[in-house]
């Protein structure tokens, strides 16, 4: 129904930036908000970041001032800036966008990217 793929993933040596991109495409007829999560072996899924279609945006403390997150509605693409990036950066990380999907309802489901990995070595 909807598929969001996650690209830009990698190893990076501590200090250094990625950007992640992640594009929903199918059924589509309004996303709101888009994020990202991350997470660790034993350890529960977090956020990192989110923003509304408005552009307004949300960020966990560990990230603040160092991740930007961005979209472009046009293309359904949420975006992630990483900057100075550390060890602890280290997770698989998600997508996710709540999108309405039906005419006949104003539900927003969320959907969820199959996860890239982002390894830091220090």
């Known amino acids: 129904q909807v598929q969001l793929v996650e690209s830009g993933g990698g190893l990076v040596q501590a200090g250094g930036s990625l950007r992640l991109s992640c594009a929903a495409s199918g059924r589509i007829l309004s996303i709101s908000v888009m994020g990202w999560y991350r997470q660790t072996p034993g350890k529960q899924r977090e956020l990192v970041a989110s923003i509304s279609r408005d552009h307004k945006t949300n960020y966990s403390d560990s990230v603040k001032g160092r991740f930007t997150i961005s979209r472009d509605n046009a293309k359904n693409t949420v975006y992630l800036q990483m900057n100075s990036l550390k060890a602890e950066d280290t997770a698989v990380y998600y997508c996710?966008?709540?999108?309405?999907?039906?005419?006949?309802?104003?539900?927003?489901?969320?959907?969820w990217g199959q996860g890239t990995q982002v390894t830091v070595s220090s």
């Open positions: 996710n966008a709540a999108v309405r999907t039906s005419y006949y309802s104003l539900d927003f489901p969320t959907f």
